[in-house]
Nanobody
């Protein structure tokens, strides 16, 4: 299984930007689809975005589609979530996850998870 470590979270004002990183250790990073999830206090973990193993397919939920972008660099074993025009409702603990096979929105189908990085959007 891939070992994942997220970074890049922090406190940002509404309208600001952050870039989250998901660094993977282990072999064969390009065997894994990568997804970002988030969990706000008192809420269930929510799928946000995914990128396919070969980077040809990306998917983002409607709420972030025109503000966030997901990418990956397989040669560096790293994936990113670029977040622009952040809103208070984006406040959550953000996780990256990996699975062998196609990306999916289903939390239970991911094999590996990072520890999460906190994003707080507040003035």
């Amino acid at each position: 299984q891939a070992q994942l470590v997220e970074s890049g979270g922090g406190l940002v004002q509404p309208g600001g930007s952050l870039t989250l990183s998901c660094a993977a250790t282990g072999r064969s990073f390009d065997d894994y689809s990568i997804a970002w999830f988030r969990q706000a206090p008192g809420k269930q973990r929510e799928f946000v975005a995914s990128v396919s193993r070969d980077v040809t397919d990306t998917y983002l939920i409607h709420a972030v589609r025109d503000r966030f972008a997901i990418s990956r660099v397989n040669a560096k074993n790293i994936a990113y979530l670029q977040m622009n025009n952040l809103k208070s409702e984006d406040t959550a603990l953000y996780y990256c996850a990996a699975r062998r096979g196609p990306a999916t929105v289903m939390t239970t189908l991911y094999d590996s998870w990072g520890q999460g990085t906190q994003v707080t959007v507040s003035s």
